[in-house]
């Protein structure tokens, strides 16, 4: 493919360049273990520390000790998870969104089948999190509460910082699912008063295949593996030299660029009007209110988004979906049928997201394009009159 | 992404027969809007030939290239020789598609099912009796449905018949429904094989040597040609297929003994039982 329009930051981005040559040295001459005695070995341990040390300004937490490397957000997710509730055994109650990314829902799913009470707080039409339903649903035998900050489809952010305040309150321990939030908008561990934090490398700028863990003094945690005593013991292995330096450069990056993401939210808010000026069967999926400046994500009624997703590939765009076809399973999206989003229009969604590499014209060619794409896909449609250009009455 | 054969990725970005046909003498709609895939195929059928087809489709990539196959391979037809195709040939015509999609290739046949029931004059309601007993409340798949699709593809577990049917793939309450199916269909399959294409008439000699044709083009040469060899038809004469072993192996000394059984028993398999191979020098 010649022409890439890269839409589709919230799955993945793109490497900085400067990352990159962080860590390259890492990859090449630097290769020696920062466990060992030597100075060759020993100097790599600094840069590990430096990076930690980066990570922990990122996330305003008071100390370096408090940041784990894992290898992705799904190992901080498990790690967060598994490790509080395997510490309060005698607790049986665990609290999550219906909105989490499945690193968080599928465990929470394996310890409903293990006989766990599982709370599973709802959104509205918008995605806004039933911060009431929440609260109410804590109890005696809460053992943890895990949150996304935001969300991954819908770009939504939920209110963490209440919710951190109420459980601080009542000692309950709080999960929250960073890594949509973590360069897109400013984030306080302390302020939310959460106890354990997720992010992932690679949703930022960072490679592929390094995540952390922001576990706040004090917390009790168990590990999910043993072996040596790097990080502390809380999660063994000889380190991620590369990536660990990767994701404190991009940190860096991203505290540096937070206040251009406005430039992001401007890109995007004019990629979103553009598309539901232009169409009448399009609606917005989430709110503009709260949410990251980077995503987006409509609905396109009488079309399904697989088709319309392979039509954009073609036109070098990449985006995705929240369609059941192209994810493999056979319904649409979890977190747009918890939001209440017709059937008609979830199986037409569409996401883009975008990064601060998103230019001008990206923007402006995918709004070209477009139009002629959808009424493509509304001429195949049986549930489009092409005569009348509208919907055709039809029974469900 | 998935792994779309470029006829499939040809077929959804230019589809073909795309539309609606004013004058059709037979409809048929599968589908909605609700299950997230769905299609309207028109055709119009003088005597008994289908002389048009035309499809709208609601769906993915797949979902699209599978109403163009259709309509591309029955237009033509005799409405006999349009109700043996099943949704195995659809996905041969469109060279494979993801286990996961198999689904829409069988919307594809049922919808051409409700055109032909449509034109013979059958009300929905009436052909609706006949369709079984609803197991997948979600996608509203019938029984009938699930046992006419095990049978044909030979599936053996229940996500295979998710795949091809979507049934049991929303809120998986039918999976038990599912499993007791598919116990009674291999059950039924183990006390009665059946070959993958069960042919309840005898084949016409022009359905046979396409069937031959298509065998050894897609199934025998492949294999052969692997191993530096080749095969010709050379003729057909009922049910003797005779034909020509070349290349590198018409030198080997059991090239008559290994290959013509190689050759017979995926012709067996494929096209009918008894056909016999004989080998030409
Ligand atoms: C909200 C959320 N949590 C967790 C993950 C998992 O992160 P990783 O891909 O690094 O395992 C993702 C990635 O898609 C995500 O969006």
């Known amino acids: 493919m010649d022409k890439l329009i890269y839409l589709d930051n919230n799955a993945t981005t793109r490497i900085d360049p400067l990352v990159l040559e962080e860590m390259m040295p890492f990859l090449t001459e630097r290769y020696g273990n920062p466990s060992s005695m030597h100075d060759f070995g020993g100097d790599v341990g600094a840069d590990v520390e430096r990076a930690r040390d980066r990570v922990r300004r990122f996330l305003g937490a008071e100390n370096d000790y408090e940041i784990v490397f894992t290898s992705c957000g799904t190992e901080s997710d498990n790690m967060a998870i598994a490790g509080t509730v395997s510490y309060y055994t005698d607790k049986k109650h665990i609290i999550t969104s219906r909105v989490e990314h499945p690193a968080v829902l599928n465990l929470f799913k394996k310890y409903e089948r293990e006989g766990y009470r599982v709370t599973y707080v709802p959104v509205d039409r918008q995605g806004h999190l039933d911060l009431d339903f929440l609260k109410r649903a804590v109890d005696e035998d809460t053992a943890l509460v895990s949150i996304m900050y935001a969300n991954n489809e819908t770009g939504m952010i939920h209110p963490v910082e209440e919710i951190g305040a109420y459980l601080r309150e009542r000692k309950v321990p709080f999960h929250v699912d960073g890594v949509q939030a973590a360069g897109k908008i400013p984030i306080d561990v302390k302020k939310i008063n959460c106890d354990l934090f997720t992010i992932s490398g690679h949703k930022f700028h960072a490679p592929k295949g390094i995540g952390a863990l922001y576990v706040r003094r004090g917390t009790r945690l168990r590990p999910l593996m043993y072996g040596g005593h790097q990080e502390r013991t809380r999660r063994p292995g000889t380190e991620n030299v590369a990536g660990i330096v990767g994701m404190g450069k991009a940190a860096d990056l991203a505290m540096a ?14 990629l979103e009007e553009g598309i539901l000026k232009r169409f009448n069967n399009v609606s917005l999926n989430g709110s ?19 088709a319309i997703l392979l039509y954009l590939n073609e036109k070098g765009i990449a985006a995705s979906s929240g369609s059941a076809c192209s994810s493999g399973s056979l319904e649409p999206s979890h977190v747009l049928r918890a939001m209440g989003v017709p059937f008609t229009s979830a199986h037409g969604s569409i996401r883009f997201s975008l990064s601060r590499f998103t230019k001008e014209e990206d923007v402006d060619y995918t709004l070209e394009v477009l139009p002629q794409i959808v009424d493509r896909l509304l001429e195949i449609s049986p549930f489009w009159d092409n005569e009348k250009k509208c919907g055709k009455p039809m029974a469900v | 992404m998935w792994d779309y054969t470029d006829k499939v990725k040809t077929l ?112 929905i309601e009436e052909h609706e009796d006949v369709e079984g007993e609803i197991v997948c409340h979600c996608f509203g798949v019938t029984d009938k449905l699930i046992r006419k699709v095990i049978r044909e593809n030979r599936l053996d577990t229940v996500e295979e018949v998710t795949n091809y049917t979507k049934a049991g793939g929303a809120c998986g309450s039918c999976i038990e429904k599912i499993e007791i199916i598919l116990d009674e269909e291999l059950k039924e399959q183990r006390e009665h094989p059946a070959p993958l294409h069960q042919v309840k008439e005898p084949l016409t000699n022009i359905r046979r040597l396409e069937m031959v044709k298509e065998t050894i083009e897609n199934v025998i040469r492949p294999v052969l040609q692997k191993d530096g060899g080749d095969i010709q038809l050379i003729d057909i004469d009922g049910r003797k297929v005779i034909v020509g072993l070349r290349g590198a192996c018409s030198q080997c000394v059991i090239s008559d003994v290994t290959l013509k059984n190689l050759v017979q028993e995926k012709l067996r398999e494929f096209v009918e039982e008894d056909i016999e191979v004989v080998e030409r020098r």
């Open chain 1, 288 to 306: 503009r209110e709260k949410r990251v400046p980077n995503t987006t994500n409509v609905g396109f009624e009488f079309i399904e988004g697989e």
């Open chain 1, 257 to 270: 660029h937070l206040p251009g993401e406005g430039r992001i939210a401007l890109l995007r808010d004019r």
């Open chain 2, 12 to 123: 959804y970005m230019k589809p073909k027969n795309v539309g609606v046909i004013e004058d059709a003498n037979a409809v048929g709609e599968v589908g909605s809007i609700v299950c997230g895939d769905a299609l309207t195929l028109y055709l119009k059928i003088e005597g008994e030939r289908i002389v048009d087809a035309k499809f709208q489709t609601f769906g993915c990539g797949s979902a699209i290239a599978s109403s163009s196959a259709l309509t591309e391979m029955i237009i033509g037809k005799t409405v006999e020789e349009a109700e043996k195709i099943t949704n195995r040939d659809i996905v041969e015509y469109l060279g494979g598609l993801p286990e996961q999609k198999m689904h829409c290739s069988v919307m594809g046949r049922e919808a051409l099912d409700k055109a032909l029931a449509n034109w013979r004059g059958e009300t």
